[in-house]
């Protein structure tokens, strides 16, 4: 009875949703970035780019080293097997706004150091076992058989025993 | 060089989950109203406004002309400023160039966000690369979750010296009636009882592993407004004014693959760059009170050490002793801080202002309980930026 008083009173605080709004766009990715993607679809190889001051290779491959602030040119091949620079398994549900739908937990997620080139590449890692799926730990990149032309042409990596 | 300026007024509302009895240009409304009558002053005496938020949780992308009722900006210079999660801090920096600049006599600053209003982890990752960042990134929570991993292969760190800094943030909120998070069940207990209870209690959800729900920073509605007056002005204004002794902020890397990892080299050469500006040799033992942006519990570890309050690896001694508690010699984040109330455009301004009210002497309930003669302040945001204030009690030379 008292929530039916109080009601009489008070309207209920409304909120106005978006509906389904969708905004498609088209991102250039240059030079550097249509090099990357070309040997990801056709070739299933990495590349990244060499700084000539530094000497650091950054991947995916820029035009502009930040640190030296020179321009790159030099594309060098990566290996697809590397590192886990850093780790986390992820189980919390969130809305992917690429997708617009809920990302499957739990999954691995990680930043991978590659052979051969000294930044990482930001990737979902097939484990969830924290005694294996760790700091250290050796990984192999897993292509999708159909590629796009897209960072995820890379399925995920895999823990290389 | 500038006018010396002071921070003389500041004013937020209480951190909710929801506020759905308001909307942005409301909430903003709250937060101005308090500011001014904390200050004495009227809208009319303010010569200009530097708004900010995060644009992505609202999806509102002009903000200072959507808010112009809300802010007090009808006819007058209004400046929005975002850059992530630093948003609060960059704000105050503007505010304070803008009064420095001996242009503006009194300028008002204003952080503010409606978290409520969407998925926060999805808008988080809009605000990433599109191409090669948004397909797999996890928002905020799996990027400090990736730090806190190598923080704790790095020094052998534990989930207690994480649930440890967790407690701390979670007592001192008890302390601030506009902290979000009041965990009364807290109240009473023993700080080693409660860590036990948060690494161990299946309730304590894991995120993203390491982190438990309890070492994450809590999503909010919530608005904040600081007051900056020019030396002209500053000491008519304020008994005890809150000046601005140094101010620095880093950017490095664009891509988060890019960043180191091992430390928090934008927050460690920020807070280097203002520390010499003002002459602080000894940081733990010249700064009297902080005030974090430390969005989760190992950022209470490890960027203690990168702030050059301790050695690498000796963040957790620091907490264990109870340097940074509230009775200690350098108490961090007597609000609360972000992991209390975390309203993300607002935080980093509440950072400044809770602050300045720690030398002003108003901080009530919360007030650490020594002489304040420098408080510091930091933001933090998006691939490990940092934004750094120092303020002082002293007018500066
Ligand atoms: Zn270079």
Redesign the pocket.
């Known amino acids: 009875m008292e929530n039916n008083a109080q009601k009489k009173d008070e309207q209920e605080l409304l909120t106005v949703s978006s509906g389904e709004m969708f905004q498609p766009y088209d991102w250039s990715v240059g030079k550097f970035g249509s090099k990357f993607l070309h040997e990801l679809k056709e070739n299933k190889k990495l590349f990244g780019s060499k ?6 290779v950054f991947i995916p491959p820029r035009k502009v ?6 321009a ?1 040119d030099e594309f060098v091949p990566v290996s697809d097997e590397g590192e886990v620079y850093v780790c986390a398994i992820i189980q919390f549900g969130f809305v992917d706004p690429e997708t617009g739908k809920q990302r499957p937990v739990p999954y691995g997620y990680a930043f991978i150091k590659l052979d051969g080139a000294d930044t990482c590449l930001t990737h979902f890692v097939d484990s969830v076992d924290p005694e294996k799926f760790k700091v250290g730990a050796r990984v192999r990149a897993v292509f999708e058989e159909k590629r796009k032309g897209s960072l995820m042409d890379i399925k995920h990596f895999e823990l290389v025993d | 060089m500038g006018k010396r300026v002071a921070v003389v007024g500041f004013g937020q509302t209480k951190g909710r989950s929801s506020r759905k009895d308001v909307n942005g240009v409301e909430i903003i409304n709250e937060a101005v109203v308090a500011a001014l009558a904390d200050a004495e002053l009227t809208i009319d005496d303010i010569d200009a406004i530097v708004i900010g938020n995060m644009d992505h949780f609202e999806g509102i992308n002009y903000v200072d002309s959507w808010s112009v009722e809300g802010s007090g900006g009808v006819m007058k210079p209004i400046f929005k400023v975002t850059t992530g999660g630093t948003t609060g801090t960059t704000v105050a920096m503007c505010a304070y160039y803008h009064a420095a600049s001996g242009m503006f006599d009194r300028v008002l600053a204003i952080g503010w966000e409606k978290n409520s209003e969407s998925d926060t982890t999805g808008a988080i990752i809009t605000a990433f690369d599109p191409v090669w960042e948004r397909p797999n990134l996890g928002g905020a929570i799996a990027g400090l979750a990736l730090e806190a991993s190598k923080y704790m292969d790095n020094y052998e760190v534990t989930e207690r010296d994480g649930a440890r800094v967790a407690v701390r943030e979670r007592l001192h909120a008890l302390n601030n009636p506009y902290a979000h998070l009041h965990q009364e069940w807290m109240k009473g207990m023993e700080v080693d009882q409660l860590v036990e209870l948060l690494v161990t209690s299946e309730q304590n959800q894991v995120l993203a592993y390491p982190l438990r729900m309890s070492d994450m920073c809590p999503r909010s509605d919530g608005a904040a407004a600081v007051i900056f007056a020019s030396e002209d002005v500053a000491e008519k204004i304020a008994p005890i004014p809150a000046w601005m002794v140094a101010t620095a902020n880093r950017h490095n890397f664009a891509l988060a693959g890019d960043v180191d990892m091992d430390r928090n080299t934008t927050m460690a050469s920020a807070s280097k760059a203002a520390f010499e500006k003002a002459g602080i040799k000894e940081p733990l033992k010249e700064i009297d009170v902080c005030e974090l942006y430390l969005p989760y519990s190992y950022a209470g570890l490890k960027w203690m050490e990168d702030l050059g309050f301790c050695g690498y690896g000796e963040g957790p001694k620091l907490l264990w002793d109870g340097v940074t508690d509230m009775d200690g010699e350098l108490p961090v984040n007597p609000s609360g801080g972000v992991m209390s109330s975390n309203a993300i455009g607002a935080t980093g301004l509440i950072r400044v202002g809770e602050a300045a009210i720690q030398i002003m002497g108003k901080a009530g309930t919360r007030q650490v309980p020594k002489d304040v003669n420098f408080a510091l302040a930091t933001g933090f945001g998006g691939c490990y930026w940092a934004d750094v204030m120092l303020l002082g009690k002293k007018k500066p030379a």
């Open positions: 700084c000539p001051k530094c000497g650091r080293c930040g640190q030296c602030y020179v790159m």
